[in-house]
């Protein structure tokens, strides 16, 4: 049986429960300085005047970066901008104020202890201004989202209005959801080198790449000087999928002193500066026939944005899938607020706009006396609706009966606080779940090193999911070695490239390319023994020889064998080979959704 199929224990497990895996924040340099961010406290304005002179002062400090003595920035800093990718950021270009917490200094110090002293020291005057925070009072400005990566802003198919005229049963109401903010264990950080014109990050990324792309355009410098690094990423849910502001500023700050700079931004400041999930308004109407058949689906989301940058929480999405529904519209508006730029986090889009959709489904189900489970099953989709394509795989029916027999659900009554715990009231619900199965363009290499061991290789990144596992399984695997012959690496801009880890994407895109190298890696392996004249499968054909439990041996005569690692030690140099992998176009012909209930 495939090692990729059987359990084995996480590669990178003993690394961090014996305190050896190193995170962005842990790598130690000579002369290495330490730099803080100090912050706006004002929502709206401008800096009258940025005194300096009392932290400049102080023990240790090295080093006052502001908007008055900053180095000027291609475009002011504004090069880079593509978002989501490339992120809007306060790069300490100007002196105007758009959310309360945007960095506005940076204080380097040749401690930590120093550098925080020291930007206690910092004194600021504002001028401030009327800012907005009141999303009520904002939502009166709110304007159509004009493009969203995920797909069209907004989507109509059938006729929904004539529908929802003709529904024999409707629901409309309107659901909302908190803005949210990530938090994950390890708070950003980044360690910034230069060596002459040429620049080396360790930072806590989802996307070492894209973080190299965008910090290049930002300084106008050739994207080959410079390198990133993210060998271990303690949790990332989104927030880490951007370059954020900090990183610049980590090395604006390290050029500007000539020094290493690491800076770790503080628990308070994970609020505001690195995004969160935005806060949304959904207006959901549904329409339906009384045996429960829906008619038309209506799903209008309003989100906030950061009064210098869109970005759009795309809540309407699965309402365009779910459910098998002739009619529909979905929108997605915007409006904003004098915060900092809301981010991807934890299923975006999906978690928000399922509480409503879902919802508003129970409601329908109650207002229609029909179990929930069973209104589901009525509308169940074998395509989607909005393309029409049908669905490369789903089992959500079989899911439904299957989990509404381990939870009893037959012994669930219907009517609101009619199940009862002793004093307790029992909510027993249900709900749809999915997801979209993307996948993007990722490469990797494969290297057979004179002691018989594997080297894999790809850009990609870890957050904590077991990316370093599942490469090594995909890896042994394709090669026909155990795992523990098999060393994968990854998180280093110097290796193949691979996309952001984000989206639940980085198993479907990166082991593909795995699979390749590795494959063409074994490929070369079987033709170096074939031509070796001291090996005992010399002069068989490739298809005659398997490799397995990294032993090379004939198909027909088992006799005829040897060790994988006794041929790469006759080997002049080690055999290395490349594989790249990229969707095609199934898309043209499939909809691609994971499925659950809940």
Not at 466 to 493: C, H, I, K, N, W
Request: overall charge neutral; glycine content about 8%; hydrophobic content about 40%.
């Amino acid at each position: 049986m495939s090692v990729v199929s059987q359990p084995i224990d996480r590669t990178d497990g003993p690394l961090k429960v014996t305190g050896q895996a190193r995170y962005a924040a842990e790598f130690q340099l000579p002369r290495l300085a330490h730099a803080v961010i100090v912050q706006s406290t004002i929502a709206k304005g401008s800096i009258v005047s940025l005194d300096a002179s009392g932290a400049q002062k102080a023990p240790g400090v090295l080093l006052v970066i502001s908007h008055l003595n900053a180095p000027k920035l291609p475009q002011g800093g504004k090069a880079a901008i593509k978002p989501p990718a490339g992120r809007t950021l306060s790069l300490l270009q100007e002196n105007v104020v758009h959310y309360n917490g945007q960095p506005i200094a940076v204080v380097v110090a040749d401690s930590f202890e120093h550098a925080v002293a020291g930007a206690d020291l910092v004194r600021v005057r504002y001028a401030e201004a009327k800012a907005q925070l009141d999303f009520e009072r904002a939502k009166r400005d709110a304007y159509p989202v004009k493009q969203m990566p995920q797909g069209e802003p907004a989507v109509a198919w059938g006729e929904s209005d004539k529908a929802l005229g003709a529904a024999e049963v409707r629901i409309e109401q309107t659901y909302t959801t908190p803005m949210e903010t990530h938090n994950p264990m390890e708070p950003h950080a980044t360690l910034a080198q230069w060596d002459g014109d040429r620049l080396t990050l360790h930072d806590a990324t989802q996307g070492v790449s894209g973080v190299k792309q965008t910090i290049a355009k930002t300084f106008g410098i050739p994207p080959d000087s410079v390198r990133v690094i993210s060998l271990f990423l303690g949790g990332g849910f989104g927030c880490k999928g951007s370059m954020w502001s900090h990183v610049a500023l980590a090395a604006m700050a390290a050029r500007k002193t000539g020094r290493p700079v690491r800076l770790v931004l503080a628990r308070p400041q994970m609020f505001g500066p690195v995004g969160g999930r935005p806060q949304t308004e959904q207006h959901v109407v549904l329409g339906a026939r009384r045996d429960g058949t829906l008619t038309v689906i209506q799903h209008d989301v309003l989100s906030h944005t950061s009064e210098f940058e869109d970005f759009a929480e795309p809540a309407a999405l699965q309402s365009r899938m779910l459910y098998a529904c002739a009619n529909g519209s979905t929108t997605h508006r915007l409006t904003k607020l004098n915060v900092g730029t809301p981010t991807f986090q934890r299923a975006p889009g999906e978690s928000t706009g399922s509480f409503a959709l879902e919802s508003a489904m129970d409601e329908l189900a109650y207002a229609l006396a029909m179990d929930p489970v069973e209104l589901r099953l009525r509308n169940y989709a074998d395509a989607a609706p909005e393309s029409r394509l049908p669905f490369s795989s789903k089992a959500l029916r079989d899911c439904y009966r299957d989990a509404a027999t381990r939870f009893r659900w037959s012994e669930r009554t219907s009517a609101p606080r009619s199940m009862q715990d002793g004093r307790l009231l029992v909510g027993w619900g249900m709900a749809t779940a999915t997801y979209p199965a993307n996948r993007a363009e990722a490469s990797a290499s494969a290297t057979l090193l004179p002691d018989g061991s594997v080297v894999v290789r790809s850009g990609t990144q870890d957050l904590g999911t077991g990316t370093y596992t599942v490469m090594t399984q995909v890896a042994a695997g394709t090669l026909g070695v155990p795992a523990s012959r098999v060393r994968f690496e990854l998180g280093d801009t110097s290796f193949p490239e691979a996309p952001n880890s984000g989206g639940s994407t980085s198993a479907a895109s990166v082991s593909p390319a795995v699979h390749a190298a590795c494959k063409a890696l074994r490929n070369t392996i079987i033709n170096t023994a074939i031509a070796d004249p001291r090996s005992p499968l010399q002069g068989l054909k490739a298809e005659d020889i398997e490799i397995d439990d990294g032993w090379l041996q004939s198909n027909a005569n088992k006799s005829r064998r040897e060790e994988v690692a006794a041929l790469a030690a006759r080997q002049a140099s080690p055999l290395l080979e490349r594989g790249q992998a990229k969707p095609g176009d199934e898309r043209s012909r499939y909809a691609f959704h994971s499925f659950g209930a809940v």
